[in-house]
């Protein structure tokens, strides 16, 4: 699927969803939340609303998804192998972000990514959770993902800044707002192709 593809099965999923290809074909628009805060437990940093089935929504065709940082995310509405380096749940399977090639189970097409948002949110994770990571090292992630990585595969990439990777290995296809309602901050979406 190209991008304008990718665009058309979106807006058509639901009444109100709207993305658009900007002139240099990545995806663009804003994604508003609202109040929609609720998840399927209380686990700190879950997926909220309809996220997933938005990004569900954006890429119909992967076959291998796999959910990085995933903790106890409900993933019923995108499946895949749920990853993370302090598991919740028997369903999710130990692994470091920062050396992902060694304990990828597939070479995924699909990595849906809800990282701690930089080294306060990491902070927050360890005193909840007992969270060993000790850092995020996100252009390591990248380089990770890469090696494991289906060719063609994408990176959905949810954060409040914007990450660092190589153009190498990576091509960036997409910037989506995601917003949510007065008083909380804007996080950004950013979607990567495997280059």
Same mark, same amino acid.
Request: hydrophobic share 35%; glycine share 8%.
């Given at each position: 699927?190209? @991008?304008?593809?990718? *665009?058309?099965? !979106?807006?058509? $999923?639901?009444?109100g969803w709207e993305l658009h290809c900007?002139?240099?074909?990545?995806? *663009? /628009? $804003?994604? !508003?939340?609202?109040?929609?805060y609720a998840k399927a437990n209380d686990y700190?940093? /879950? !997926?909220?609303? @309809? +996220?997933?089935?938005?990004?569900?929504?954006? =890429? %119909?065709?992967? $076959?291998? &998804?796999? #959910?990085? +940082?995933?903790?106890?995310?409900?993933? $019923?509405?995108? %499946? /895949?192998t749920k990853y993370d380096i302090n598991p919740q749940d028997s369903h999710t399977v130990y692994a470091d972000a920062r050396a992902m090639s060694?304990?990828? &189970?597939?070479? #995924?097409?699909?990595?849906v990514c809800d990282p701690p948002y930089g080294e306060e949110r990491l902070k927050e994770y360890q005193r909840r959770y007992n969270c060993p990571a000790d850092s995020i090292n996100v252009?390591? *992630? =990248? @380089?990770?993902?890469?090696?494991?990585?289906a060719p063609g595969a994408h990176i959905v990439w949810l954060d409040w800044q914007r990450p660092f990777y190589k153009s190498s290995e990576?091509?960036?296809t997409g910037a989506v707002l995601y917003r949510g309602s007065t008083g909380h901050k804007d996080r950004s979406i950013s979607i990567y192709e495997r280059a």
């Open positions: 699927m190209n @991008n304008q593809d990718r *665009v058309a099965n !979106y807006n058509a $999923t639901s009444s900007g002139s240099d074909d990545r995806i *663009v /628009g $804003t994604i !508003y939340l609202g109040n929609n700190y940093g /879950g !997926y909220q609303g @309809n +996220y997933l089935k938005r990004i569900a929504a954006l =890429f %119909p065709d992967k $076959t291998s &998804v796999a #959910h990085l +940082y995933a903790g106890q995310a409900d993933i $019923t509405a995108l %499946p /895949g060694q304990s990828a &189970v597939a070479q #995924h097409d699909l990595w252009r390591r *992630v =990248f @380089n990770q993902l890469y090696l494991a990585s990576w091509r960036e």
